[in-house]
C-alpha cells in the first residue's frame, strides 16, 4: 500500500534509496517500546525493548494480538481513542496489577483510501533509568546537599517497593488480583493456597491494601515460626505476671495490635489444635481473653489466613478442625504457581534484579540467552528462589551483562538437559520424516501394500500401519 508523505520528491527518495538495514538498526536499538500491528491488532513488528519488558520472544509476541492479549491490564485504553479521533493519542497508563505507570503514544495509520491499516505505539516507562550517566542537576564532584537528597530519594523509592511489589503481567495473575480486590472490600474471612514461595503474604498485603482498612494495621506472623508454648500469648497476648518470666506490664497480642485493620496467619495449618479452639472462638465473635486473664477484650480485626498444606485432608485425619476450616474459608483463592503463570518470570526477575543494582551499586542486565533460561526453568521454590537466583546472578556476575555460565546449579543442569532434550527431539524429528519419505516413496511405486512389505522386508501388517501412517488417502 502507498502512503501520503509531506516531504519532497528529492528527499523521499532518498529515504527509499537507504537500505533496510538502516531502519532496522535503528528500530532494534531504540531505548523507547515500539510496537506495530496491523489494523486487527495483529502484531507486525515489536523492537527489543517492547520484548524486553513483556519477558516475550519476538517469535512469541509476533503471533500475538497486541489489542486482546494484554486487553485489561493497563488503563485507560488508548486504541479505541486513536481510531475514533483519527490521530495520535498521548496516555499516561498505570497497570491494574501494579500501579505502575508509563505513557503511550498511539498513532492509527490510514492508507490512502482512508481505510486503517497500522497502529503504531511508543511507549516510555515512567521509571525508565536506574541512573542517569550525566545530569545537569548533579555536578560531577558533588556536595553534601546533592547526596543528602539523592539519599531520600532513595528511602522514597524503596518505600514505594515495599508499597508496590506485586508485580507481574500474566492473564491468570490479573484474574487472581481482580477477584481478591473485590473480596478485599467486605470483611469476609480469605483463604489463600498455594505451594510455598508463591508470594502469599504479598497477596495478602494486597488484599489489605484494597479495603478500607488500609490505612490501619497489617500484621503478619508464621504460624510455623512460632513455638507452641509461646503463640498463644503472641496472638492473644497475655496479663502482668501471667506465667513465669512474664513481663510485670504484661503483653497486647497481635489480635489487639491489628485492631481495626488486618491480621495475616501465614501457614495456618500449622497451629496445634488448643489454640485453634480459640481462634475459633476469636474469629466466631471477634472477642479473646489474655493469657491469664479474665475479663473479654472485644476487636475488630479481619483475618486472612495462608497454607501451603491441604486442610481438607487436615480436617480427614482430625489434625485441622472442621468448623474452624469452614469459619476461615469464606472465600478461598490458590495463587497459581510461577510455573502456571510463566509470562510473570521476567517481569519478577527484571524487578529484583533493578533492586540488587540499585542495592550494589551497579547496572547489569540479563543476556537474552538467560532470559530464555529463566522463562523455561519451572521453579519449585517459586517467586522465593527465583528472588534468591537473581541476587546470586547479580552478585557473581564480573561484568555489566549476566550471561549463562553465571546460572544457578539448578538452572544449569536444567538447561544442560533441555538442550539434550531438543537435540533428542530434532534427531527424532529427522528419523521420523525419513521414514515417512522412504514409504510414501515405495507405496507410490508399488502395485499394492504386499509389494511394499515384500520390498522392506516387512510382514503386511506392519507394512500397513505404517502406509496407513505416513501415507495420506492411501488407496491400494
Given at each position: 500500500?502507498?502512503?501520503?508523505?509531506?516531504?519532497?520528491?528529492?528527499?523521499?527518495?532518498?529515504?527509499?534509496?537507504?537500505?533496510?538495514?538502516?531502519?532496522?538498526?535503528?528500530?532494534?536499538?531504540?531505548?523507547?517500546?515500539?510496537?506495530?500491528t496491523?489494523?486487527?491488532?495483529?502484531?507486525?513488528?515489536?523492537?527489543?525493548?517492547?520484548?524486553?519488558?513483556?519477558?516475550?520472544?519476538?517469535?512469541?509476541?509476533?503471533?500475538?494480538?497486541?489489542?486482546?492479549?494484554?486487553?485489561?491490564?493497563?488503563?485507560?485504553?488508548s486504541?479505541?481513542?486513536?481510531?475514533?479521533?483519527?490521530?495520535?493519542?498521548?496516555?499516561?497508563?498505570?497497570?491494574?496489577?501494579?500501579?505502575?505507570?508509563?505513557?503511550?503514544?498511539?498513532?492509527?495509520?490510514?492508507?490512502?483510501?482512508?481505510?486503517?491499516?497500522?497502529?503504531?505505539?511508543?511507549?516510555?516507562?515512567?521509571?525508565?533509568?536506574?541512573?542517569?550517566?550525566?545530569?545537569?542537576?548533579?555536578?560531577?564532584?558533588?556536595?553534601?546537599?546533592?547526596?543528602?537528597?539523592a539519599?531520600?530519594?532513595?528511602?522514597?523509592?524503596?518505600?514505594?517497593?515495599?508499597?508496590?511489589?506485586?508485580?507481574?503481567?500474566?492473564y491468570?495473575?490479573?484474574q487472581?488480583?481482580?477477584?481478591?480486590?473485590k473480596?478485599?472490600?467486605?470483611?469476609?474471612?480469605?483463604?489463600?493456597?498455594?505451594?510455598?514461595?508463591?508470594?502469599?503474604?504479598?497477596?495478602?498485603?494486597?488484599?489489605?491494601?484494597?479495603?478500607?482498612?488500609?490505612?490501619?494495621?497489617?500484621?503478619?506472623?508464621?504460624c510455623?515460626?512460632?513455638?507452641?508454648?509461646?503463640?498463644?500469648?503472641?496472638?492473644?497476648?497475655?496479663?502482668?505476671?501471667?506465667?513465669?518470666?512474664a513481663?510485670?506490664?504484661?503483653?497486647?497480642?497481635?489480635?489487639?495490635?491489628?485492631?481495626?485493620?488486618?491480621?495475616?496467619?501465614?501457614?495456618?495449618?500449622?497451629?496445634?489444635?488448643?489454640?485453634?479452639?480459640?481462634?475459633?472462638?476469636?474469629?466466631?465473635n471477634?472477642?479473646?481473653?489474655?493469657v491469664?486473664?479474665?475479663?473479654?477484650?472485644?476487636?475488630?480485626?479481619?483475618?486472612?489466613?495462608?497454607?501451603?498444606?491441604?486442610?481438607?485432608?487436615?480436617?480427614?485425619?482430625?489434625?485441622?478442625?472442621?468448623?474452624?476450616?469452614?469459619?476461615?474459608?469464606?472465600?478461598?483463592?490458590?495463587?497459581?504457581?510461577?510455573?502456571?503463570?510463566?509470562?510473570?518470570?521476567?517481569?519478577?526477575?527484571?524487578?529484583y534484579?533493578?533492586?540488587?543494582?540499585?542495592?550494589?551499586?551497579?547496572?547489569?542486565?540479563?543476556?537474552?540467552?538467560?532470559?530464555?533460561?529463566?522463562?523455561?526453568?519451572?521453579?519449585?521454590?517459586?517467586?522465593?528462589q527465583?528472588?534468591n537466583?537473581?541476587?546470586?546472578?547479580?552478585?557473581?556476575?564480573?561484568?555489566s551483562?549476566?550471561?549463562?555460565?553465571?546460572?544457578?546449579?539448578?538452572?544449569?543442569?536444567?538447561?544442560?538437559?533441555?538442550?539434550?532434550?531438543?537435540?533428542?527431539?530434532?534427531?527424532?524429528?529427522?528419523?521420523?520424516?525419513?521414514?515417512?519419505?522412504?514409504?510414501?516413496?515405495?507405496?507410490?511405486?508399488?502395485?499394492?501394500?504386499?509389494?511394499?512389505?515384500?520390498?522392506?522386508?516387512?510382514?503386511?501388517?506392519?507394512?500397513?500401519?505404517?502406509?496407513?501412517?505416513?501415507?495420506?488417502?492411501?488407496?491400494?
Amino acid at each position: 500500500m502507498e502512503y501520503q508523505y509531506e516531504h519532497n520528491e528529492e528527499y523521499l527518495n532518498y529515504l527509499k534509496s537507504l537500505p533496510a538495514e538502516f531502519y532496522l538498526n535503528i528500530l532494534e536499538n531504540c531505548f523507547f517500546e515500539i510496537t506495530v500491528t496491523d489494523e486487527k491488532g495483529n502484531v507486525l513488528y515489536a523492537n527489543p525493548a517492547c520484548l524486553q519488558y513483556h519477558g516475550i520472544s519476538a517469535e512469541k509476541m509476533w503471533k500475538l494480538n497486541f489489542r486482546t492479549s494484554f486487553q485489561g491490564f493497563w488503563t485507560p485504553p488508548s486504541t479505541d481513542c486513536a481510531i475514533e479521533k483519527k490521530r495520535t493519542i498521548i496516555s499516561r497508563q498505570k497497570s491494574i496489577l501494579t500501579n505502575e505507570e508509563h505513557i503511550t503514544i498511539t498513532t492509527p495509520l490510514y492508507d490512502p483510501s482512508d481505510s486503517l491499516s497500522l497502529l503504531v505505539y511508543n511507549t516510555l516507562k515512567t521509571e525508565s533509568f536506574v541512573s542517569f550517566d550525566l545530569d545537569y542537576k548533579k555536578p560531577e564532584d558533588g556536595n553534601a546537599e546533592s547526596e543528602m537528597r539523592a539519599s531520600k530519594r532513595q528511602v522514597l523509592n524503596e518505600q514505594t517497593k515495599v508499597e508496590n511489589n506485586l508485580v507481574g503481567r500474566s492473564y491468570v495473575l490479573y484474574q487472581t488480583l481482580h477477584k481478591l480486590k473485590k473480596a478485599a472490600k467486605s470483611d469476609i474471612p480469605i483463604l489463600l493456597l498455594g505451594e510455598s514461595g508463591v508470594g502469599k503474604s504479598l497477596v495478602a498485603k494486597f488484599i489489605h491494601d484494597c479495603s478500607s482498612r488500609k490505612n490501619e494495621a497489617f500484621i503478619s506472623i508464621n504460624c510455623a515460626s512460632i513455638p507452641d508454648n509461646l503463640i498463644e500469648s503472641e496472638l492473644f497476648g497475655y496479663v502482668p505476671y501471667a506465667f513465669t518470666g512474664a513481663s510485670p506490664k504484661g503483653k497486647k497480642g497481635l489480635v489487639e495490635m491489628a485492631n481495626n485493620g488486618t491480621l495475616f496467619l501465614d501457614e495456618i495449618g500449622e497451629l496445634q489444635p488448643n489454640i485453634q479452639v480459640k481462634l475459633l472462638e476469636f474469629l466466631e465473635n471477634q472477642r479473646f481473653i489474655a493469657v491469664g486473664g479474665v475479663e473479654a477484650k472485644q476487636v475488630n480485626t479481619r483475618i486472612i489466613t495462608a497454607t501451603n498444606k491441604n486442610l481438607e485432608d487436615q480436617v480427614k485425619n482430625n489434625k485441622f478442625r472442621e468448623d474452624l476450616f469452614w469459619r476461615i474459608n469464606g472465600i478461598t483463592q490458590t495463587i497459581p504457581a510461577l510455573r502456571e503463570r510463566r509470562d510473570d518470570i521476567y517481569p519478577i526477575a527484571q524487578y529484583y534484579l533493578k533492586n540488587y543494582n540499585q542495592k550494589y551499586n551497579q547496572n547489569k542486565v540479563f543476556s537474552n540467552k538467560v532470559i530464555d533460561a529463566l522463562i523455561q526453568y519451572d521453579w519449585p521454590g517459586n517467586v522465593r528462589q527465583l528472588k534468591n537466583a537473581v541476587e546470586q546472578m547479580a552478585v557473581m556476575s564480573m561484568g555489566s551483562i549476566i550471561s549463562m555460565d553465571k546460572l544457578p546449579e539448578q538452572l544449569e543442569d536444567f538447561y544442560r538437559h533441555q538442550q539434550i532434550t531438543e537435540k533428542k527431539a530434532v534427531f527424532d524429528d529427522l528419523v521420523e520424516n525419513y521414514k515417512k519419505t522412504l514409504i510414501q516413496n515405495y507405496y507410490d511405486s508399488s502395485e499394492n501394500i504386499a509389494e511394499v512389505a515384500d520390498l522392506l522386508g516387512l510382514s503386511q501388517t506392519t507394512a500397513y500401519r505404517l502406509v496407513k501412517k505416513y501415507v495420506q488417502n492411501p488407496q491400494k
